[in-house]
């Protein structure tokens, strides 16, 4: 994992390699020491030498704990695991004018970032929006070095497979109710209500480009997987009457070589997840082999990855809250909420890397919040404080939640008053 903390690590840890002059290839680009060369010969070249073209590789495993004398050597999967420490680091930046890849003793060249260049870029991050990935290009320097080098499909899966979870501390949250093993709720009087807040807009990105969207329909939650269920056993933990939601096919990537890693990353989701939402927010419930991470307004870490447990459920969005935070925006007390959650199927999220890295991304809203989100978007940005024509903003929006969700009780904008969601 690159948190900002494993970033300082790598920094300090990779100057000191350098200083050392103890490693082949690994010296200073300038006399400023605000470059250096890392040297990159591929495996497959027949003057390949384990010890000397992987020997920095090598050490990072050691450094993180993951090799250590006796265990078997793959110099390959070293150099995935620093390749991606770097590209993930916002202490790097690969300065690949610099590089030369195709001599004989390749090498890549990586620029030292300074801290205030970093607290600038953050600053602008920290602005944009999720929704800026739709027409971001795959450009960062660990997608491009996927795309180039044969072996490292394999190698990206394996530590997909072999990375360990990020630490998770003991939830004491009583244990939430797993919605998918319930029986739907007969009563006719719930149909209005359960329809205002079953409704999830999904949307697929693949290495940060929009592939795809559906509005779920179902009141009982989805099935998101490439396929339909195949036996019988599979309907104990997704009931025939959950809606089918298909991951896009892989086909409409360009790139062929971002297209056969996608596919291969498709074998560890063939069952998939299924998602529920309701009055209280989002839940899910991960069935599949790979791995998957997750951000949301329930987070529990803010500084490093959040990973979901297999066949554990848990609450990925919470309306109260959202609702909550929406009140306390409109007394000038808090930043606008956020009212999506973030999927990344087999790769860490969320963490330094750019989204647009990312192999796999799915991004699910409840339909009617994301509809007051649009409409209180609208009214901030005509007067973000001032009352209109009598009707305080608070009821302005108040009164566009009831037109989307007349069964709801009145949720906020009233001074001290608990919301009720």
């Not at 929006?129 to 899966?157: G, H, I, Q, R, W």
């Not at 790979?290 to 459920?313: A, I």
């Not at 901030?380 to 404080?385: E, M, V």
Request: glycine share 4%.
């Amino acid at each position: 994992m690159c948190d900002r903390n494993g970033g300082r690590r790598l920094r300090q840890w990779l100057i000191e390699q350098i200083d050392s002059e103890l490693y082949p290839g690994l010296i200073w680009e300038n006399e400023e020491k605000t470059m250096f060369r890392i040297p990159w010969k591929h495996a497959g070249k027949q003057d390949y030498n384990q010890e000397v073209d992987a020997s920095i590789f090598k050490a990072w495993a050691v450094f993180k704990g993951k090799f250590k004398e006796g265990d078997k050597a793959e110099p390959a999967t070293w150099k995935t695991r620093l390749r991606c420490a770097l590209n993930k680091s916002p202490d790097f930046e690969e300065v690949t004018d610099r590089s030369q890849l195709d001599i004989s003793e390749p090498y890549k060249v990586y620029r030292i970032v300074p801290e205030e260049e970093q607290k600038s870029k953050a600053g602008i991050a920290n602005g944009s929006s999720l929704n800026d990935v739709t027409e971001m290009d795959c450009n960062s320097s660990a997608m491009n070095d996927l795309m180039k080098e044969p072996t490292c499909v394999d190698d990206y899966l394996g530590i997909i497979k072999r990375s360990p979870s990020p630490p998770q501390e003991t939830c004491r949250n009583p244990p939430i109710p797993d919605w998918w093993m319930q029986q739907p709720s007969p009563e006719l009087w719930l149909r209005q209500e359960m329809m205002c807040y079953s409704q999830m807009v999904i949307s697929f990105f693949y290495s940060g480009r929009l592939v795809g969207h559906i509005t779920t329909s179902c009141s009982e939650g989805c099935r998101l997987s490439l396929s339909q269920p195949s036996n019988h056993g599979e309907k104990l933990y997704a009931p025939d009457a959950l809606e089918h939601v298909r991951f896009p096919s892989a086909d409409a990537i360009q790139n062929d070589r971002q297209k056969q890693i996608t596919k291969k990353l498709f074998g560890h989701l063939e069952r998939g997840v299924l998602l529920h939402s309701n009055k209280q927010g989002i839940f899910i419930k991960r069935l599949c082999q790979g791995r998957v991470f997750w951000s949301g307004n329930t987070m529990v870490y803010k500084d490093r990855p959040n990973k979901l447990d297999r066949d554990e459920v848990v609450k990925i969005f919470d309306t109260n809250s959202f609702f909550r935070e929406l009140q306390q925006y409109y007394n000038n007390q808090g930043r606008f909420p956020d009212s999506r959650v973030m999927l990344c199927f087999g790769e860490e999220f969320p963490d330094a890397g750019l989204l647009r890295s990312k192999l796999i991304l799915v991004q699910v809203e409840q339909l009617c919040v994301r509809q007051v989100m649009e409409e209180a978007e609208k009214t901030c940005s005509s007067s973000p404080l001032l009352p209109i024509a009598d009707e305080t903003q608070h009821e302005q929006v108040y009164r566009i939640f009831q037109d989307i969700c007349p069964a709801h009780q009145r949720p906020l904008f009233r001074e001290n008053q608990q919301i009720a969601v």
